[in-house]
């Protein structure tokens, strides 16, 4: 059954209009009719079966034959703080870190950022593609909620962002006494976890400091060092397995 995002305003009792890029993806691509039945998510959790009745203007209008809450979300929020990347890693990030129940994603400037933004116009818009990659994962693997990623913020920014958090990692490569495994088991039952991961080339010490000072937990993932795209994919899947729904 084809699956489309929706925006929660345009649910009108039993009554749904389909706009934007899917209404061309219904009519010319997939080809449908009326009376075909299509899933149907708002993105904050609410799921609809939709018939589809007519097509408008620029607009597939639908009835709801059913609704329910979304059962795909994990019991933990996790928030990546992403080192900005170079080249289409940031791509990569961002669709596997959905598809493994990320919350929410923010792109972080570093000291060893390579990648510079020219101006607030070139973050907007890296940011909306970002979004779009998004989205379109969110639709492929049956979440409920379409992951926000953010614009980028420097790193001085990001640690401060984070101090009601209950639990926020920072793995680091010098790190040798706390391990990842450790940490966890001695946090109990959480439900909000911020993870910072560094671009090519990691932190530095300089930056570890600040994070621990603003009581972020530096962590070892193990004696082999990973790339930036591999390390927060890593922590996302280890803690979707300890506290989340994976397992």
């Given at each position: 059954m084809p699956r489309f995002f929706?925006?929660?305003?345009?649910?009108f009792d039993d009554n749904i209009n389909i706009t934007g890029e899917d209404y061309n993806h219904i009519k010319k691509?997939?080809?449908?009719k009326c009376e075909e039945i299509v899933t149907l998510s708002d993105g904050i959790g609410n799921e609809y079966v939709?018939?589809?009745?007519?097509?408008?203007?620029?607009?597939v209008h639908t009835k709801v034959i059913e609704s329910y809450k979304n059962t795909t979300e994990p019991p933990i929020k996790v928030t990546l703080y992403q080192g900005l990347p170079k080249s289409d890693k940031m791509d990569f990030i961002i669709q596997k870190s959905v598809e493994l129940g990320i919350s929410r994603i923010v792109p972080v400037l570093t000291e060893r950022t390579v990648v510079r933004l020219d101006s607030e116009k070139d973050a907007a818009k890296k940011c909306e593609r970002w979004n779009r990659i998004s989205q379109e994962a969110a639709k492929q693997c049956n979440r409920g909620i379409i992951?926000?990623?953010e614009v980028p913020i420097s790193f001085k920014e990001a640690i401060k962002k984070v101090h009601d958090v209950p639990l926020s990692l920072i793995p680091y490569e010098k790190e040798s006494k706390n391990s990842l495994k450790q940490i966890l088991k001695s946090v109990g039952d959480i439900s909000e976890v911020s993870v910072f991961i560094g671009p090519e080339g990691g932190f530095t010490e300089q930056e570890i400091e600040e994070a621990v000072n603003c009581g972020l937990s530096s962590v070892t993932l193990g004696p082999r060092i990973l790339?930036?795209?591999?390390?927060g994919i890593t922590v996302l899947t280890i803690l979707m397995y300890e506290l989340g729904d994976v397992g």
């Open positions: 929706i925006n929660s305003k345009d649910v691509v997939l080809r449908l939709a018939e589809i009745k007519d097509f408008g203007d620029g607009f992951p926000k990623i790339r930036t795209e591999t390390a």
